[in-house]
């Protein structure tokens, strides 16, 4: 039978209509994500936007803003010698405490770790001479508050190390320029690029590279140079900008280029470590953004002021105060904030960029974890099992393909997931592949990806997450597998 005009315009109109998927009956999950995408965002209290105006005025008038500091590196680059040098020239480490650290390292025939005694206070990193843990520590420049987080270098310590930098604005990257030893950290198995990979994708943007031991080498800069010329390559293609990228040779033992020059290094004309901290640039805070404060640790206290149960963690953004009301997700325990202390002391309130310990109350502490989040109990992030992310894939031993088994990194917690599917591959913002099936070294693409039931239980876990554009710190994650870092990227969308 021919077609008229009107079979025709029928036709035409029912293919439009379909178009419309106006009788596409919609699943919950769906609506849930149109509900999600226009939810309203809470604005400010008046009370909260005095105290973030106050938080603004203080800095300008006192002139210092506060950073947080991740130094990174390969094992045994001198780390945490470096920075309990740095802590002693700048008077934060007394004689006293400097003379009691080489006494004791000597009786057990490590002497060269007096200086990184002062952040290893754990027995196991005294006893292995590596740091197992992030060691917090504070200081002050002439206009920087730093709070130091000195991160284990050993592969075996990853995950520590990369709950660190989620909580960091700026990176030291720390390489031992002595013979061989830059390039055992520098090749592939070494840390030293997966560091510098890892704390660029957890949002670093800033980063110093501290060429340490260069007594040594006899300060030669010819080994100097060589180093540099390495790294400036690499560190560009891992997404640190030049103008964000300083380079400076040290002697971390002898103390040279960390607060005063030397007679040693006269071929040398940049700045000091010192020098160099003080001028890093200070990233813009959201405040007026709800308050996400992701738990690094819980414990409980033990003063008269400080009791009960306590976590510290870093907040992503938002403000808060003594006596606020904060719900832990996932779940559904709601705590008071009886005591606020920032650089271990009590404070009346904290703001985004801060790296805070709060004291609470009227919570069991069966409902707070290492990777819950705190936020106001009207407005928490999604629990999703499932959302699609765009990711940069790094160096791979074997490519990723869909169903791949991995461990997803969020802040500090660290959870099984796979990569389930492979959506597109990406070249300058433009989508040059649909359904690939196979992603190899260097490529960005856009995965979905879904959480694993761990062994044993009946249903995958679920993650606090936001995406990207709407909290740039709860949008971020990484990917491992087999013990390497695999890739890393921002969440796009959460599904379920």
């Given at each position: 039978m021919l077609a008229t005009p009107s079979t025709i315009s029928m036709t035409s109109t029912q293919a439009d209509l379909a178009g419309l998927h106006l009788d596409d009956e919609a699943d919950e999950a769906e609506?849930?994500?149109e509900r999600e995408k226009f939810r309203e965002r809470p604005l400010l209290s008046m009370k909260q936007e005095e105290l973030v105006e106050?938080?603004?005025?203080?800095?300008?008038?006192?002139?210092?803003?506060?950073?947080?500091?991740?130094?990174?590196?390969?094992?045994?680059?001198?780390?945490?010698?470096?920075?309990?040098?740095?802590?002693?020239?700048?008077?934060e480490l007394s004689e006293k405490e400097k003379t009691a650290n080489e006494r004791a390292s000597k009786r057990i025939g490590k002497s060269s770790f007096a200086f990184a005694w002062g952040l290893d206070a754990l027995g196991d990193e005294r006893d292995r001479g590596v740091t197992i843990d992030i060691a917090t520590t504070h200081f002050a420049t002439a206009h920087r508050n730093i709070t130091l987080l000195d991160a284990p270098g050993h592969r075996d310590?990853?995950?520590?190390?990369?709950?660190?930098?989620?909580?960091a604005d700026v990176a030291l990257l720390v390489v031992d320029g002595s013979p061989g030893e830059f390039e055992a950290g520098f090749e592939r198995g070494g840390q030293t690029r997966e560091h510098a990979w890892l704390v660029r994708s957890l949002g670093v943007k800033e980063v110093i590279v501290g060429v340490n031991k260069m007594d040594m080498v006899e300060w030669s800069q010819d080994r100097y140079d060589d180093i540099v010329d390495a790294l400036k390559p690499f560190l560009a293609s891992a997404g640190f900008s030049t103008s964000k990228t300083t380079f400076l040779p040290l002697a971390a033992m002898e103390g040279v280029n960390v607060l005063e020059r030397g007679s040693?290094?006269?071929?040398?004309?940049?700045?000091?470590?010192?020098?160099?901290?003080?001028?890093?640039?200070?990233?813009?805070?959201?405040?007026?953004?709800?308050?996400?404060?992701?738990?690094?640790?819980?414990?409980?206290?033990?003063?008269?002021?400080?009791?009960?149960i306590a976590v510290s963690g870093r907040l992503c953004?938002?403000?808060?105060?003594?006596?606020?009301?904060?719900?832990?997700?996932?779940?559904d325990g709601v705590a008071t904030v009886r005591t606020i202390e920032l650089d271990d002391e009590p404070a009346p309130y904290a703001v985004a960029g801060q790296n805070a310990t709060l004291y609470l109350s009227g919570i069991?502490?069966?409902?707070?974890?290492?990777?819950?989040?705190?936020?106001?109990?009207?407005y928490p992030p999604r629990l999703v099992s499932r959302f699609v992310a765009h990711i940069l894939v790094f160096d791979l031993s074997s490519p990723i393909v869909p169903g791949t088994a991995v461990e997803l990194f969020h802040h500090s917690v660290n959870l099984p997931a796979a990569i389930t599917k492979l959506l597109a591959i990406s070249e300058r913002g433009?989508?040059?592949?649909?359904?690939?099936?196979?992603?190899?070294?260097?490529?960005?693409?856009?995965?979905e990806i879904t959480l694993r039931a761990p062994n044993g239980a009946a249903k995958p876990p679920v993650l606090a997450l936001e995406t990207g554009a709407e909290n740039k710190d709860m949008g971020r994650v990484l990917v491992r597998r087999a013990g390497e870092t695999i890739a890393a990227g921002v969440v796009i969308e959460l599904l379920d």
């Open positions: 609506r849930e994500r106050k938080v603004r005025r203080e800095e300008e008038e006192s002139g210092k803003k506060g950073i947080s500091l991740i130094v990174v590196g390969h094992v045994d680059a001198g780390k945490s010698t470096l920075m309990g040098r740095l802590l002693y020239d700048i008077g310590f990853i995950p520590a190390m990369i709950s660190g930098a989620a909580q040693e290094v006269e071929w040398y004309t940049g700045p000091t470590l010192v020098e160099a901290l003080d001028k890093v640039e200070v990233p813009a805070r959201p405040y007026d953004r709800p308050l996400r404060i992701p738990v690094s640790n819980v414990f409980k206290g033990q003063t008269a002021v400080a009791s009960g953004s938002g403000v808060l105060q003594v006596g606020d009301v904060l719900r832990a997700v996932p779940g069991d502490p069966i409902q707070l974890t290492i990777g819950s989040v705190l936020c106001p109990p009207s433009q989508v040059v592949k649909q359904r690939p099936r196979v992603l190899q070294k260097g490529v960005t693409a856009t995965v």
